[in-house]
Every structure is written in structure tokens, then in C-alpha cells.
């Protein structure tokens, strides 16, 4: 298919096929009438038009149709990592469904049924925490439908319900032979008390979970009728795109709108608190028109450090002791008496999320309040925001959840930036127009939020036997959690929790261990990053532990395995991914193999990179073998899935992906100077997942921080140079 008949079949399906979509994820219908006082136009499944009727919903999360569809509600945002396949997998072998009757459709924003269940009355998705947070939650729900299906089927056919069997949505009585369908029985299962509690399946009797599934969202990601936020066309909609200031802290002294005023489709140029935002007929008119807008811009109180001084900054302050984020034995004693001693240095640079759907949402006015359109993370974050802006109540905030192209934590962000940014548009205008506000990519590039630059120090000691005796580890960079919601509980000493995870639980068995940590504050925002602190703290540990087992003259997997006695999970995951890597077998002259393990997200994940050293002082990576333990595997295709792209998502920074600043300004704009890896710079990628019975934990985000110590691991192997900084570069 050619790229110009995609777009076409695309845009048809918008213009002329939204009101008919059964099976789409989410039905959009604008309610009331346009400015000019015509009837609305449709962009989603009417559902009065909808030949389907919702006859059972004995819960929050299913609805079953008159034609058997199982409508399964998702209360977290799906971005890529399998939401809308893996928690409707959990309702469906509870239900004892049919896969293919099986409907997966997007939450409406409401805390109060549809709250993260880790993170209290908040509605939201991030943190890996869809599957582990959902598991029972969602087969109770599918348990409870299958309970009163069962009931009414007992009271049509007068047998014992313990005698009806359930199986891919047909209930069936064997010994009179009476069968009926899901839809058949929806009506009068709907008219049966609900269950205070219901018996869920062993492990053992599971036919869904752990098998593999077709992905709910994938066909109409792959025909394009999948509908994002940059899909969405309201009527009478101004598309609108923001000047923001070149410098953090910069602001509007004042602008000339003359000649983007002149730019056919233009219509207003307004200023909002975070630049000037010219709002046009459609994107490029917006675009073209911003870029004849001059702007004079305030930098009186605006950032002006490179990332070179602000390192130099946190190199000085990396002199002193920080706060103490964990404390065992006295490390200093231990240092000073052992036998050997290692000091290193490691360098982390801001990381911008470079998803690739740029930041965007579509806000209106309405009557009642105010409506978003939007690949949304946090739902109740967004709420509180936007009715703060507007002097409204939070549950006057409607949000519409749609697919979102990636995020990486990026539309998680605490403080709603854009989402805001986006309200303060319509507010300003005082509009009752729909107003989609798109974000260019250098936008998302230049106008934050990132992953902290960070520096730390490692110090650690071998005794005369060439075991570890002390560690000692400090840690610089800016708090992410500190002025957020999350303060409260993340924050405590002065140590923000997410900078030191992955350091401050070390699980290696060393008897002297401290480490503390500098948070200081700039304004350059920052933000969540995929895998969060364990970007940076699994580089050091890693590498540092390989380091340590160097010197001791041992192999570095038998290394760990002696310190990881009391830790079986890490064990298991260590010797599988060796074994599966072959470690210790000959490779060609010129590879070698670095190894590296993490705990990140309750999951246990240790990866294998094998990496080539080329004759022109280049290098390549080109296998790696994973191995996670992330207790149940509810959907391996999707856990292999993740696995492979977190790793993908962390060799980025591993070899290329960096953001410098320079006299405040980001340097970078595009992915042409913030580079993310290309195909033919994958590696052959293996996944091995160990079989448990555990709880599920989280499979998003513990692939990405384990594969640059593995592959800088690999490289010492090879050139004998210790690694302290990411993107890896080799010395001349």
C-alpha cells in the first residue's frame, strides 16, 4: 500500500465513517449545537445509532451487548504497552469468554471507580502499574459478570447453577443439553444480586492468561482508523500552536503580530501566560503564522547555564555529604582499611522523551464546563488543573480518553504543563470553539519536561579475599517529585525517593554501605523518564560491580552470584539470561559479552549484550538476551513486546540520545541531533521469562535502564576502559 492511499483511506474514515465505528475504543459525540446554531456533527459512534444494546453491566469495568460483545472498560491509557490486550485478557478468562467477542474501550475519567489502585482516589496510568494494580481488580469484575450469567441461566433452565459449565462465551447444562449465548442470558443475569465475593481461578486452570492473544488494538493502529488526538476535527475547531520562550524563566515583553496576521487561515494571536499562541484554521496556517510572529522576550530572570556548568556545579557539590538516603556499617572506615579501592565518576545528561506523537489536546467550553480530548495519563492531575484554571469544580472537567503515540511519562506530567497550556488558550480567547493546541517536534525537544542531568560518585573496596567490604555512593541531581502531588510521599529527608531507587536497595550483600544524595533545584523542568531513577543508577551499580570483579580476578556473573545469595529472584534471572547467552563460550575475536541485572518495578530483569569492536574504533551491538521474572505472565507476547522496546528505548541513550544546554537555551530541536537508534541498529534481540505463580509486576519500563551497563560492560571486556558516561564513547 502506498503512503498516499493510507492517507487517503484515513481521512475517509474520519470524514465519513466515525458514526458507524463499532469497535472502536471510544465513542465521540459533540453534544449541543455550533456557534451558528447547526445541528452537531458526529465524530464518534452515536450510540443511539449503535445497533448494539448494552443489556448487563454488573460492574464498572464489563458490559455485555444483546449480541454478545464483552465490553471490557480500560482505565489506563494505552500508549503502546498492551493495556487494552492485557486487562481484558484478565476479564475474559474469569468470564470465560470468547477472545473474539471481547471489545477493549477506554475509561471515562472517574477517580472514584477507576483510581490506580497503588496511588489512592487518583485515576491515572504510569509507574508500570497497570497490570500489577488491575490483576484481581479486573478478574473479580470479569468473575462477578460470569457468577450472575450463571445465576440467570439457573433460573431459566430451573437446574443447579453448580451443574452449568462456561466455556468461550456459550453457558451450557450437559445434562439436559440447554445452551444459550452471553446475550441471550444479559437481561435477566442483569436482574441477579450482585456477589459479595467470588471465587477467581488457580494458576492452574487459567486457558487466557499466559497464552498468546491477539492484540486488541492492533488492527486499526495498523489501517489507520486508530484515532489520537491529532485526529480529532471538531466543528468550527482552531488549531493552535504556542511561541515558547527561547530560555527557561523567560517571558513575553511584548510581541508584532502584523505579518502573521497576513498568513491566509490565520485567525488570532493571544498571549498566554507561557508565550504567544497564534490559532488558525488548521496546523499549517498556525505554524506558518508563528513563524512570522516577533516576539521580544524578557530574560531578565531567565536560565542561562550550560550543561557544562551546571556539572561543574554538581561535581563541587559532590564534595560534601548529601542526605542520606541509606546507611549500613560505616562505609568511610571500610574504605579507608581495605585492601583495594575503586573511585569512579559518572555523568548523566537531561534526556528528552522524543515520543513519537508530539504533545497535543483539544480543550472546549462548554455549558456544563469544560471537555478534553486526549491521549490522557493522568486523569485526575488533569481535572484538578484545568478546573483550577477555569474556577470550576473537578468533576466538570470531562476528558475523553484517546490512544496516544508513546509518552514515556511525558503526558504524565505532574503539573499538567500542556494540558494547561492548552486550557489557558481557550480561556484567554474566551471562546466556546474547540481549540486543538499541537506541539511541533521541536517544541517537544526545546520546551521541556526531561530526565535530570545527573553526576555521581562510587566509591567501593575490596578485602584481601577480593570481596566487596564498602560502598560508598552519592548522588546529584534535581528532585522530579519535589512541588508535585507526590511530594508528600515521596520526599522524606530531603531524599526524593526516585533518585535513588535502584542505589539506596542495593541488593548485593556488601556490610558497609551509604548513600546519600544532593536534589538541587533549578528552573529547568524535569520530569519521570522511562524507568525513572533507574535510568541512572543501574548504569553505576552495574558497571561499578563489574569493575569490583575485575580487579578481584573473577568472572563477573559468579561475582554476583556469590553477593546475590540472598536474593533467589535476582539468581534465577542472572543464570538464565548466562545460560541462554552461552556465557563463557568463545566468540569471534573482537566481541565480547557484558552482563547486567536490575530490579526495577517489582520486576527482575538481567540482560546479555554481545558487542563487536570494529577496526575503525567504532562498535555495534549485536545480540542481546533478556531474561525477566515479572511473576505471572498474564500476555507474553505483549511482556516480549516491552521487553524488546524498553531495551530499544534504553540503547538510545545508550549510544546516541543526549540534551545539552547552552547559555540556558536546549540545544537540540529534532530527532536529527537528539537521536534515537534506527532499525539497523537493533540488535537480535532474545527473551527468555521465567515461569512463576507470583502476583504480575511490571514489564513497561524494567528492560530500559539494564542494557547500557550491559553493553558498556561488554566494552570494557573488550578495550579494558571503564565507562562513566552516557551516551558510551570510546577514547581515541
Not at 362 to 382: E, I, K, M
Not at 494 to 513: C, F, M, Q, R
Request: hydrophobic content about 40%; charged content about 20%.
Amino acid at each position: 500500500m502506498s503512503r498516499r492511499r493510507f492517507d487517503i483511506r484515513r481521512r475517509e474514515f474520519l470524514i465519513t465513517s466515525l458514526g458507524a465505528g463499532a469497535g472502536l475504543t471510544l465513542g465521540l459525540y459533540l453534544g449541543g449545537c455550533d456557534r451558528n446554531g447547526k445541528k452537531p456533527t458526529p465524530i464518534g459512534p452515536d450510540p443511539a445509532d449503535d445497533s448494539s444494546e448494552i443489556l448487563f453491566k454488573p460492574n464498572a469495568f464489563v458490559r455485555i451487548t444483546d449480541d454478545d460483545k464483552v465490553i471490557v472498560i480500560i482505565k489506563h491509557l494505552e500508549m503502546g504497552q498492551g493495556t487494552y490486550t492485557g486487562l481484558a485478557a484478565l476479564v475474559a478468562e474469569e468470564l470465560d469468554a470468547d477472545w473474539t467477542q471481547i471489545v477493549s474501550e477506554g475509561a471515562p475519567a472517574d477517580a472514584s471507580r477507576y483510581n490506580n489502585l497503588f496511588w489512592g482516589q487518583i485515576q491515572g496510568t504510569g509507574g508500570s502499574t497497570a497490570m500489577p494494580n488491575s490483576f484481581d481488580q479486573m478478574r473479580k469484575a470479569g468473575a462477578t459478570a460470569r457468577h450472575m450469567l450463571v445465576a440467570a441461566a439457573a433460573q431459566q433452565w430451573h437446574v443447579d447453577s453448580d451443574d452449568i459449565q462456561v466455556e468461550k462465551g456459550i453457558l451450557k447444562h450437559p445434562d439436559s443439553g440447554q445452551q444459550a449465548r452471553f446475550g441471550e442470558l444479559a437481561d435477566l443475569a442483569a436482574q441477579q444480586p450482585v456477589p459479595d465475593d467470588v471465587f477467581l481461578k488457580e494458576p492452574e486452570q487459567f486457558t487466557l492468561i499466559g497464552t498468546t492473544v491477539p492484540r486488541k488494538d492492533s488492527k486499526e493502529k495498523v489501517n489507520g482508523t486508530a484515532i489520537y488526538t491529532q485526529d480529532i476535527q471538531l466543528p468550527d475547531m482552531l488549531v493552535a500552536v504556542v511561541a515558547h520562550p527561547p530560555r527557561f524563566g523567560a517571558r513575553v515583553r511584548r510581541f508584532d503580530a502584523v505579518e502573521t496576521r497576513k498568513v491566509r487561515g490565520v485567525r488570532e494571536v493571544i498571549e498566554i501566560p507561557n508565550g504567544v499562541a497564534v490559532l488558525a484554521e488548521h496546523t499549517w496556517a498556525a505554524i506558518k503564522g508563528r513563524d512570522a510572529l516577533v516576539v521580544e522576550w524578557d530574560e531578565s530572570n531567565a536560565f542561562n547555564l550550560s550543561s557544562d556548568e551546571i556539572l561543574a556545579d554538581y561535581q563541587q557539590r559532590a564534595r560534601h555529604p548529601g542526605n542520606v538516603a541509606h546507611q549500613n556499617g560505616d562505609s568511610e572506615k571500610a574504605l579507608n582499611e581495605a585492601a583495594e579501592r575503586i573511585d569512579l565518576e559518572f555523568e548523566f545528561p537531561y534526556l528528552a522523551h522524543a515520543a513519537m506523537e508530539p504533545l497535543n489536546c483539544v480543550v472546549q467550553r462548554t455549558d456544563d464546563g469544560v471537555t478534553l480530548w486526549n491521549g490522557v495519563q493522568s486523569q485526575t492531575a488533569d481535572q484538578q488543573a484545568v478546573a483550577g484554571l477555569f474556577g470550576i469544580k473537578p468533576e466538570q472537567v470531562t476528558i475523553n480518553m484517546l490512544y496516544a503515540g508513546g509518552s514515556f511519562g511525558r503526558r504524565g506530567n505532574p503539573h499538567s504543563d500542556y494540558v494547561v497550556e492548552a486550557a489557558s488558550i481557550v480561556k484567554a480567547l474566551d471562546t466556546r470553539r474547540p481549540v486543538k493546541m499541537v506541539w511541533t517536534r521541536e517544541d517537544d525537544t526545546r520546551a521541556g519536561y526531561f530526565r535530570p542531568l545527573y553526576y555521581h560518585t562510587l566509591s567501593a573496596a575490596l578485602d584481601d579475599n577480593g570481596k566487596p567490604v564498602a560502598w560508598q555512593h552519592r548522588i546529584v541531581g534535581q528532585s522530579i517529585m519535589t512541588g508535585t502531588g507526590f511530594e508528600s510521599n515521596m520526599v522524606e529527608n530531603g531524599v526524593d525517593a526516585t533518585s535513588v531507587e535502584g542505589a539506596a536497595n542495593l541488593p548485593y550483600a556488601i556490610p558497609n554501605i551509604t548513600v546519600d544524595l544532593h536534589s538541587p533545584t533549578l528552573p529547568v523542568p524535569v520530569q519521570w523518564w522511562r524507568s525513572v531513577g533507574s535510568t541512572h543508577t543501574a548504569f553505576a551499580v552495574e558497571t561499578m560491580i563489574d569493575q569490583l570483579a575485575r580487579r578481584a580476578g573473577r568472572d563477573p556473573v559468579e561475582f554476583r552470584r556469590e553477593l546475590l545469595n540472598d536474593r533467589p529472584r535476582h539468581r534465577v534471572i542472572l543464570d538464565l539470561a548466562a545460560q541462554k547467552a552461552g556465557w563463557g563460550t568463545p566468540l569471534p575475536e573482537g566481541r565480547a559479552r557484558g552482563i547486567a541485572l536490575h530490579r526495577s518495578f517489582n520486576s527482575y530483569v538481567a540482560e546479555v549484550a554481545e558487542v563487536t569492536l570494529h577496526s575503525d574504533n567504532r562498535f555495534s551491538v549485536d545480540k542481546v538476551i533478556i531474561a525477566i521474572d515479572c511473576g505471572i505472565a498474564v500476555t507474553p507476547d505483549v511482556i516480549r513486546a516491552q521487553m524488546e522496546g524498553g531495551m530499544g528505548f534504553g540503547l538510545s541513550p545508550t549510544l546516541l540520545s543526549e540534551i545539552t544546554l547552552d547559555n540556558g537555551a536546549v540545544v537540540q530541536g529534532n530527532y536529527h541531533d537528539f537521536r534515537m537508534i534506527t532499525l539497523d541498529q537493533m540488535p537480535e534481540v532474545e527473551v527468555h521469562i521465567v515461569e512463576s505463580t507470583q502476583p504480575p509486576t511490571g514489564v513497561g519500563e524494567p528492560a530500559t535502564p539494564v542494557i547500557a551497563p550491559a553493553v558498556a560492560n561488554a566494552l570494557t571486556a573488550l578495550t579494558g576502559q571503564a565507562f562513566q558516561r552516557l551516551p558510551l564513547t570510546l577514547s581515541a
